[in-house]
Structure formats: C-alpha cells, structure tokens
C-alpha cells in the first residue's frame, strides 16, 4: 500500500522573497568561508525544518543546475589565469554541487539518505521524484527537499551571449533560487498532498507553469521550484481541490500535482 | 527487498574499453595509470588513468561528426551505455520503458575550462559549448545519441554518484515507477579537478598504494560505466538473461566535514550496515569487498575502521582497484560495479596492486590475484566529499 505524501513547510529565497537577516545565524569565520547561497540553503532549510517542527529529517535531497557557480569561478579564473589569486582548495571544495546537501546535513548533524541533482531545469523535480517515491514506499518518513541557484555577473552575461538574457530581471537583479520543503507522510498540519511527480510527462496542461514564472523571478535552473511553491499557495488561497504545476523548459518537462488536504 | 535482475553492463576506464578489455588487464594486474597523454593541462608531471582513446577516436568511433560538439565525459558515458545496451539486447525501441540516470560532477567543464577565456570575451566561436557546461546536459547528450529514453536524471554527489545512480533506479523500479532503467555514471578527466584534489593535498605523483603504510594520496582516472537493472517480470518478458542481481544498498551522509572522512566512518559504516540489512544477509556472507580505498590516508584509515566496525575479525577479501584505473571519481561506483560483476561470473578477486607495508589504521588487502573463488555476495563501496558514502550489494541468486 503506497503512502500519501503531504508537504509540511516550505521556505524561499527569490526576486519576491527577499533574504532573511543572516546576523547572529552564523559565526564571523563560518560567515566569511560561506558563500550567498550556501547562507541561504542553511537558512531556509532551518525555516523550513523549524515550520514543520522537526529536528533532523530522515533525508536532505537537494536539486541545483549550476552548483556553486560563484565558486566555480573563482577557481576556474585562477586556473586559467584570469585572476592573479592562487588556486584555493577552499574554492574548490565548495565548488562541487553536493557541497549544499553535505553542509545542511553536517549542521543539522543528519546521517540519513543524502543526495543531490543537477538535471538542469528539472533539477529540482529529480529530488522531488526520488523523495516522493522513498516516502510512498515507506523507507523514509519524511524529507527535506531543496532546490538552491545562484548567478553571477559572468556567468549571466555567459549565457546572454548565447540568447539566454533570463538570468537577469528588467531591474538589473540576478535571478536566483533558494526553496527548502519538508515532505512527510503524515497530514497533520501539512499545507497541502504532493499527489504526483512526473518526469518528462507529455505535455499536460497545467494551471501554472515554468514559461509563465519567469516573468515574477527570471530565469535560472531551479525556477520551477518557486513556481511549485506558488502553486501550494495558489491551491490554499483559492481553496482549490487540484492544482497542476507543469515545467515547461524546452528541453526537459515535468508535472507536479498537488491536492488540497482542507473539507475532506 | 526483492534482488533486482542486472542484464547488461558497460565499462570504459584505462584498463581498457569494454569488458573484453578489462577483464585481462584486471587478472594480469596490468594497470592503466601513466603519464598524462590526451587531457589538456600545464602540469604534465601527473600520473592519471585516462580512457586510452582521444575524443577524435571517440567521435569516429561512434559516427559522430568531427565538429560535434559534446565533452569527453559525454563520449564515454556513450561508449559504456552502448555495451551495456547491446549486452541487454535493448533495442531503440526499448527505451521509451527505459529510465536514464547517470551520475556526473565535471559534466562539461574539459569543454569549459578551455574555452572559458572565450566565453568572458567578444568572441563566438565556441558558444556552443555553455550550453554543455551543467552536469545535466551531459547526460542529455547521452541520452540523444541513443534516443527515445522515456526520461533522464543526473545525479552530482562527487565520487558517489554513480552509486546513487543505481540506488534511484532500484527504487523506482521497487516503486513501480519503471520497469527497466539504465544506471551508472560517467565523467572524463579535468584540468579543474586534477588541479583541485593537488590543492587539496591528497594527489600522489607516485603511484597510489591504497592501505598501505606509505600510501600519499591518489591518481586520477577517467571513465564511464553503465548497467541495465529491471524488474523481474521485464526480464522474464523479454527472455533476458540475469548477469546477477542488485540486492541491497544503502546511502548515509557521515556529516562531518566538506572533505575529510570521520575517524570512525560513521557514515561508510551505516551505508555498509543498511545494504546488509535490506538484502536481509548477515556480514558472515559476504565473500570479497571492492573498497573505495582511493590511496589518501584519511580515506583508507576511515574505510578500515568502518569495515573492521561491520565485520568484527573475521574481514572478507577486500581490494582496492585504484590502482589500476585511478580514482574515476563520479564513475568510480559503477566502472568498480562493473568489475565486480566480472569477478562474480569469472571466479576471481582482483589484486590491490602497489601495496607492500602493512598500517595497523588499515585493513589487509588481497595483494595478488585470487583465482577460482565462488563469490556470491559482492560488496561494492563509493564514498564522495560531503561524506556522500553509498555501498552496494551484488548477489549471486540460486
């Protein structure tokens, strides 16, 4: 018998969600070695941990197109002799993509099922697929499920050159994603059921989808994160029994369904 | 759980592409590491284990245009995929019921790294290749060359990705999600990386001696490996021949540091631990273990005592195949998966090459070749930075 996957708590960082107040959260020298995104992963993952009122979840399972990009760079400037600065392993330890999954699990203390995805605009839907299924089966009883982006100056105007002019907003922002969810199996206080996840799934139509997010946060890798989040919120504020999120990227697609868990 | 039926696998390392290759090197304990000779970088002094063909050869030899633009890492994932295709008798055809996961960290960054002064200025010449940069777009490359996969995903958790590979397809497959799925990993040799684990400190310019008392880091290697898992009634379905069976796995994080291992492997421990425990075997079964044992001192000593932690005094055989590819990294978990299933069908464990002085930190490793064994349960592990650690169970059923 297959169990019902319910999302308990999200946090976010985006154009629209603006970043918390990182002050006291970390020491100076953990603060100073941190890169943006890595603040943001531990912040909203803690938000989200403390909204669902668990400690250490059974599992950290992340998503990001890039990685730590930023870090990358760096590296790759030193290497290539863009920057005169010496290569640094710190760079370079924190440039691989599982860097964000390990540091949550190693604060949290969490020796669980650890893993992260980097399937570019779908990165995300791949953790939210293997979280989705280790809960239904029963091997996890709930999941902490990120999905974390970052841009860079560079890197956006990289991809510009190449027609990809989303990574940055009309208002010369970087388009950036940070998104923690709690999954669990058990309803109580859950803000909505994750009724299904389905990759590259033919083209259903959706009462959201990624195309249309773009305009409220740019684009990057893991947009359809934020775009899943509004769909919880367009599902309880509207009261409605369904909502349909569909990840419309060119070359990837994925639906996500959510269903109400109010007036049953 | 229910062991899963593995019916092909495909292997590129430098012992050799395919498993004709590799089985002769790995019994003659002919290895593969030396000097660097098709990765692009200054410091040549390097001892790595490079896929012994160019990306020319790679491309010609899969009818690929010579201007084709797609990364090494690409190019053997194809190589591998394509054996282990063949070998489950997969047609086009098959794949649209087939699942691709592969497991990459490079991704595209051999392309990256030496067109990345272009890509900062006016020019356009090689554009194309930011959009083969992301782990992703590896695998997407892989999985167009072929067609028709009903979907793909990339795992990136460092040096066990290729393990997490095989443990999403197992349980999408235990969940119904696919019948069939394609797992393994791929990823080609870097400048970024090789310069990246030599700031670390854990590169060794000698060859690597895992478990030895003088060991000093590792060598690169490079390559791809891929098996076909489906359910049983697939295989049935298809009169597929079961090569032998994934029948347990576990994954743990030992959350302890970004690059280091805990002194007490918590995390290999409980990976070790969960794979026992969902194949439902005691440690008294098993009969050889394919350490990660990469030649770093802190690898080796943390591996040791996690083992030493599941199987008391009485150890199986334990090796390490290191020393004959290199560390591949992201591919390490199924070109090593790989090796296993031939030691399994032919009888034999393999030699942990190079290692001569014994540390009392580490475990004993088989030191030559040990033919004409039954191996019924093979344990396989891959360890990444992030303490990502995944540990594998091969079984042999009836």
């Known amino acids: 018998m297959e169990r019902k996957v319910y999302v308990k708590s999200l946090a976010r960082i985006s154009a629209c969600h603006p970043d918390p107040d990182y002050s006291g959260m970390f020491s100076v020298m953990e603060a100073r070695r941190m890169s943006r995104l890595m603040k943001r992963a531990l912040a909203s993952s803690q938000q989200a941990l403390s909204q669902a009122g668990l400690a250490v979840p059974d599992a950290v399972i992340t998503g990001t197109g890039l990685g730590c990009i930023e870090n990358t760079e760096h590296f790759l400037k030193s290497l290539t002799g863009i920057s005169d600065q010496p290569l640094r392993p710190t760079h370079f330890m924190q440039s691989t993509h599982n860097t964000i999954g390990s540091l949550i699990a190693i604060r949290l203390g969490c020796h669980g099922y650890n893993a992260t995805y980097s399937q570019g605009a779908v990165s995300f839907e791949s953790a939210l697929l293997d979280a989705f299924v280790q809960l239904q089966m029963g091997l996890l009883e709930n999941a902490l499920v990120g999905a974390f982006e970052e841009m860079t100056p560079d890197f956006a105007a990289i991809l510009a050159k190449t027609g990809r002019t989303g990574a940055v907003l009309p208002d010369g922002r970087l388009s950036e994603t940070a998104v923690s969810m709690v999954l669990g199996t058990s309803p109580e206080g859950a803000l909505c059921e994750l009724a299904a996840v389905t990759l590259c799934s033919p083209a259903a139509t959706g009462h959201l989808t990624r195309s249309a997010c773009m305009a409220r946060y740019g684009d990057n890798f893991c947009l359809s994160a934020l775009g899943i989040c509004d769909a919880v919120d367009l599902l309880r504020k509207e009261h409605l029994e369904m909502v349909r999120f569909v990840n419309d990227h060119e070359t990837t697609q994925a639906t996500t369904e959510l269903k109400s868990v109010c007036g049953k | ?398």
């Open chain 2, 1 to 398: 759980m229910i062991p899963i039926p593995i019916t092909g696998a495909g292997v590129v390392s430098a012992v050799g592409i395919g498993k004709r290759q590799s089985l002769p090197a790995l019994r003659s304990g002919t290895t593969g590491i030396a000097p660097v000779r098709y990765l692009t970088t200054d410091d040549t002094d390097f001892l790595v284990g490079e896929v012994p063909l160019s990306n020319d050869a790679m491309r010609a030899s899969l009818g690929l245009p010579a201007d084709a633009v797609v990364s090494r890492t690409s190019l053997m994932g194809i190589l591998a995929l394509q054996e282990a295709l063949e070998q489950a008798g997969l047609q086009r055809d098959d794949l649209r019921e087939t699942v691709l996961i592969s497991g990459t960290t490079v991704g595209g960054m051999d392309c990256t790294e030496r067109f990345y002064r272009e890509f900062l200025s006016d020019r356009h010449d090689h554009d194309a290749y930011v959009a083969i940069h992301d782990c992703g777009a590896s695998t997407d490359a892989i999985a167009a060359y072929f067609g028709g996969f009903s979907f793909a995903t990339t795992l990136s958790t460092a040096c066990s990705s290729a393990a997490n590979a095989v443990i999403l397809g197992a349980n999408l497959i235990r969940a119904g999600r696919a019948s069939r799925v394609v797992v393994g990993g791929t990823e080609s040799l870097s400048s970024y990386h090789l310069n990246g684990f030599n700031s670390l400190m854990i590169v060794d310019r000698a060859p690597c001696r895992p478990f030895d008392r003088t060991r000093a880091g590792l060598n690169l290697g490079e390559g791809a490996a891929f098996l076909v898992l489906e359910s049983e009634a697939s295989a049935k379905a298809r009169r597929a021949q079961p090569l032998t069976w994934l029948s347990g796995y576990g994954n743990a994080c030992d959350a302890f540091h970004q690059t280091a291992s805990s002194e007490n492997g918590e995390g290999p421990y409980r990976a070790m631990c969960r794979a026992l425990e969902l194949a439902g075997i005691g440690p008294e079964k098993v009969d050889y273990i394919n350490a990660h044992g990469t030649g770093t001192p802190n690898n080796d000593a943390s591996e040791s005592t996690a083992i030493r932690r599941v199987f008391g005094d009485s150890l199986p055989p334990v090796s390490s195949t290191k020393p004959f590819t290199g560390h591949t990294t992201s591919a390490s978990g199924s070109i090593e998966a790989v090796f296993c299933l031939l030691a399994m069908e032919h009888g034999f464990i393999p030699a942990n090459l190079n290692w001569k002085q014994p540390d009392e930190a580490c475990l004993r490793p088989v030191v030559s070749l040990q033919e004409g064994v039954r191996l019924r349960h093979i344990l396989c592990n891959s360890f990444g930075f992030g303490g990502n650690d995944s540990s594998l169970l091969f079984s042999q059923i009836g």
